[in-house]
C-alpha cells in the first residue's frame, strides 16, 4: 500500500460526521489571529478572577486537543486510537508550577502515569516537561551559576533527583520516557541530566530519550556529540526530535541581551537541520533510537525513505512517529494504516492547568505558514467525500 496523507477516508475514520464538523468550526475560529489572541486575554482575565470556564472551553478547543482531566478519562481516546494501529502518550500538562508541595504532586501523578503506561500496551512512552519539577525563577539563573544561593544549590539538586525518581521507575518497569525539551538557557541542564540518565539506565534497553529541537543552531553538532559519547560509554541513545516550540521567545531574550539568536534564520534552515538529524540517527542506528515528533509532511516521508533505503521494517521498534492529538490525523493514521509506528501525544489535567497549552495550540495554528488552513482543506475535502452538508 502506497503512503498517501490526502487520504481523508483514513485520517478521519473514527470522527463522526458530528466530530468532523465540530473539528472544521473550531479550525475556522482559530485561523484568525485577532480572534485567538482576543480568545487569550478573555480567558485569562477570566481565569484570574476565578470565573468558571469549564463551559466554553470543554466542548470546543479541550475536546479537540485534551484526552481529558484524569488519566482514566483517556481510556476511551486510547482504545479508538488502537483501533487505527495509533498509540498513545499521556502527557500531563501542568507549567509555572510555584512550591513544593505543587511540584511533588505533579511528581506523584507522573509516577502515576508511567504505571498506567507499563499496564498498557497502546502506551509506547511515558514524558514529563523538566520545569515542572523545580521553580521557574530558579532555572531562570542556571546561566550565571555564581548568581545561585546555598539553598538554590540544594533545589537544583533536589530537581536531578526528582528526575531520577522518574527515570529509575520507568527503568524497573521497562517502560520508555520521553524528557522534554525547554528554553536555551537551561536546557544545558536537562542535557547533562538526559545524559546522566541515559548513561545509568540505557545499557541494555533504550529507557530514556531525550529531546533536540531542530530549530536550534547548535542541534547537529551536539548530536554527533551524543553519539560518540554513547559509542564510547556503551550506552544507548534515545532521540526525540522536534523543530521547536519557543521561537518568539528564544529571538525577543537575545535581542534583549545582546547575543546572537541560538535558532536557526529560517523554516528551510530548520527543515534541513531536522532532516540531517534523522538521517544521521539512521546512519548510527547501533546505538540510536528514534522519536520524530513533527507535523512536516516531508519529514515523515524522508524517514521513512530513509528506513527503505536501508532495510528497515516499517515496525522496527526503535523508530517511532508522532503528532499531537487533534491535529495532522492524515499524517498518523496513513502512517498507521501503513504499518509504521505511530502515538499521538495527548495532554491531559484539569481544564485551568491545561489552559496554556491550548493557548499555544491555538497561537501555533494561527501562525505556523499554512498549519489551520491544511487541517481546513483535508476536513473540507472529508466532509464532501462524506457528502455532508
Given at each position: 500500500?502506497?503512503?498517501?496523507?490526502?487520504?481523508?477516508?483514513?485520517?478521519?475514520?473514527?470522527?463522526?460526521?458530528?466530530?468532523?464538523?465540530?473539528?472544521?468550526?473550531?479550525?475556522?475560529?482559530?485561523?484568525?489571529?485577532?480572534?485567538?489572541n482576543?480568545?487569550?486575554?478573555?480567558?485569562?482575565?477570566?481565569?484570574?478572577?476565578?470565573?468558571?470556564?469549564?463551559?466554553?472551553i470543554k466542548?470546543?478547543?479541550?475536546?479537540?486537543?485534551?484526552?481529558?482531566?484524569?488519566?482514566?478519562?483517556?481510556?476511551?481516546?486510547?482504545?479508538?486510537l488502537?483501533?487505527?494501529n495509533?498509540?498513545?502518550?499521556?502527557?500531563?500538562?501542568?507549567?509555572?508550577?510555584?512550591?513544593?508541595?505543587?511540584?511533588?504532586?505533579?511528581?506523584?501523578?507522573?509516577?502515576?502515569?508511567?504505571?498506567?503506561?507499563?499496564?498498557?500496551?497502546?502506551?509506547?512512552?511515558?514524558?514529563?516537561?523538566?520545569?515542572?519539577?523545580?521553580?521557574?525563577?530558579?532555572?531562570?539563573?542556571?546561566?550565571?551559576?555564581?548568581?545561585?544561593?546555598q539553598?538554590?544549590h540544594?533545589?537544583?539538586?533536589?530537581?536531578?533527583?526528582?528526575?531520577?525518581?522518574?527515570?529509575?521507575?520507568?527503568?524497573?518497569?521497562?517502560?520508555?520516557?520521553?524528557?522534554?525539551?525547554?528554553?536555551?538557557?537551561?536546557?544545558?541542564?536537562?542535557?547533562?541530566?538526559?545524559?546522566?540518565?541515559?548513561?545509568?539506565?540505557?545499557?541494555?534497553?533504550?529507557?530514556?530519550?531525550?529531546?533536540?529541537?531542530?530549530?536550534?543552531?547548535?542541534?547537529?553538532?551536539?548530536?554527533?556529540?551524543?553519539?560518540?559519547?554513547?559509542?564510547?560509554?556503551?550506552?544507548?541513545?534515545?532521540?526525540?526530535?522536534?523543530?521547536?516550540?519557543?521561537?518568539?521567545?528564544?529571538?525577543?531574550?537575545?535581542?534583549?541581551?545582546?547575543?546572537?539568536?541560538?535558532?536557526?534564520?529560517?523554516?528551510?534552515?530548520?527543515?534541513?537541520?531536522?532532516?540531517?538529524?534523522?538521517?544521521?540517527?539512521?546512519?548510527?542506528?547501533?546505538?540510536?533510537?528514534?522519536?520524530?515528533?513533527?507535523?512536516?509532511?516531508?519529514?515523515?516521508?524522508?524517514?521513512?525513505?530513509?528506513?527503505?533505503?536501508?532495510?528497515i521494517?516499517?515496525?522496527?521498534?526503535?523508530?517511532?512517529?508522532?503528532?499531537?492529538?487533534?491535529?495532522?490525523?492524515?499524517?498518523?493514521f496513513?502512517?498507521?494504516?501503513?504499518?509504521?509506528?505511530?502515538?499521538?501525544?495527548?495532554?491531559?489535567?484539569?481544564?485551568?492547568?491545561v489552559?496554556?497549552?491550548?493557548?499555544?495550540?491555538?497561537?501555533?495554528?494561527?501562525?505556523?505558514?499554512?498549519?489551520?488552513?491544511?487541517?481546513?482543506?483535508?476536513?473540507?475535502?472529508?466532509?464532501?467525500?462524506?457528502?455532508?452538508r
Amino acid at each position: 500500500m502506497s503512503l498517501d496523507f490526502n487520504d481523508t477516508s483514513i485520517a478521519y475514520a473514527r470522527m463522526s460526521d458530528t466530530d468532523l464538523k465540530k473539528a472544521q468550526f473550531l479550525f475556522r475560529l482559530i485561523s484568525s489571529p485577532k480572534l485567538v489572541n482576543a480568545g487569550k486575554q478573555l480567558l485569562n482575565g477570566l481565569i484570574r478572577i476565578h470565573f468558571p470556564v469549564d463551559w466554553a472551553i470543554k466542548p470546543t478547543v479541550y475536546h479537540q486537543f485534551v484526552g481529558g482531566e484524569e488519566l482514566e478519562h483517556c481510556s476511551q481516546i486510547i482504545n479508538l486510537l488502537s483501533q487505527y494501529n495509533v498509540k498513545s502518550i499521556l502527557d500531563y500538562s501542568v507549567e509555572a508550577i510555584q512550591d513544593d508541595d505543587a511540584i511533588n504532586k505533579v511528581l506523584n501523578e507522573t509516577l502515576r502515569s508511567i504505571r498506567f503506561a507499563a499496564k498498557n500496551p497502546d502506551i509506547p512512552f511515558a514524558v514529563f516537561k523538566p520545569s515542572a519539577f523545580i521553580q521557574p525563577q530558579i532555572l531562570d539563573k542556571i546561566e550565571h551559576p555564581e548568581t545561585l544561593s546555598q539553598d538554590e544549590h540544594a533545589q537544583i539538586e533536589q530537581f536531578k533527583n526528582r528526575i531520577d525518581i522518574l527515570c529509575h521507575e520507568s527503568a524497573s518497569l521497562g517502560q520508555p520516557i520521553l524528557i522534554d525539551a525547554e528554553h536555551t538557557w537551561y536546557q544545558g541542564l536537562i542535557d547533562e541530566i538526559a545524559e546522566e540518565m541515559m548513561l545509568q539506565y540505557n545499557k541494555e534497553h533504550t529507557i530514556v530519550y531525550n529531546t533536540l529541537q531542530m530549530y536550534r543552531i547548535d542541534r547537529i553538532s551536539f548530536l554527533q556529540q551524543q553519539i560518540q559519547k554513547a559509542h564510547e560509554n556503551g550506552y544507548l541513545l534515545g532521540l526525540k526530535f522536534v523543530r521547536g516550540a519557543y521561537m518568539e521567545k528564544e529571538r525577543d531574550r537575545a535581542r534583549k541581551y545582546g547575543y546572537a539568536s541560538p535558532i536557526h534564520p529560517d523554516k528551510a534552515s530548520t527543515d534541513r537541520a531536522f532532516n540531517e538529524a534523522l538521517k544521521i540517527s539512521i546512519e548510527n542506528m547501533d546505538v540510536t533510537s528514534i522519536f520524530c515528533g513533527t507535523h512536516n509532511e516531508e519529514s515523515c516521508l524522508y524517514l521513512t525513505q530513509l528506513m527503505q533505503e536501508r532495510d528497515i521494517n516499517k515496525n522496527n521498534n526503535n523508530i517511532w512517529f508522532s503528532q499531537l492529538y487533534g491535529m495532522s490525523d492524515h499524517i498518523s493514521f496513513n502512517l498507521a494504516m501503513n504499518g509504521y509506528n505511530v502515538a499521538k501525544y495527548i495532554p491531559y489535567g484539569p481544564v485551568k492547568n491545561v489552559m496554556p497549552y491550548l493557548i499555544r495550540r491555538a497561537e501555533e495554528n494561527t501562525s505556523v505558514a499554512g498549519q489551520t488552513s491544511r487541517e481546513l482543506r483535508l476536513l473540507q475535502k472529508e466532509i464532501e467525500r462524506r457528502k455532508l452538508r
